[in-house]
């Protein structure tokens, strides 16, 4: 009944680790650089929210922050609510050097 050979196991079981720790690695690396938190990647501990995670983190917007007053600017705007000014950076660009 069983003709499964062990081999197919050994090449299964890596390949299935892999399908699971990938969007992991992507969907942290995505958030940080957006200026989100990597924590929101402990979706991933169910093997199916790591993909959605991994979708979410790739289609959201950078945030960005006013370089004057240091309010962060929604995605879309091109000027800070707050004080008015045009130049902003990214959020995460402040978190990684503070
Ligand atoms: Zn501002």
């Not at 938190?37 to 929210?49: D, E, G, K, Q, R």
């Not at 309010?71 to 050097?97: H, N, Y």
Request: proline share 8%; aromatic share 12%; glycine share 8%.
């Amino acid at each position: 009944m069983s003709d499964f050979s062990p081999l197919h196991d050994l090449i299964l079981l890596p390949a299935a680790g892999l399908l699971w720790v990938l969007p992991i690695f992507v969907g942290v690396s995505n958030f940080r650089a957006k200026g989100y938190s990597p924590y929101w990647m402990w979706f991933a501990i169910v093997p199916l929210f790591g993909w959605i995670a991994m979708i979410v983190s790739l289609s959201l917007p950078a945030r960005r922050r006013c370089d004057a007053c240091g309010t962060e600017v929604p995605p879309g705007l091109k000027r800070c609510q707050k004080c008015g000014r045009d130049e902003m950076s990214l959020l995460s660009a402040g978190i990684r050097a503070s």
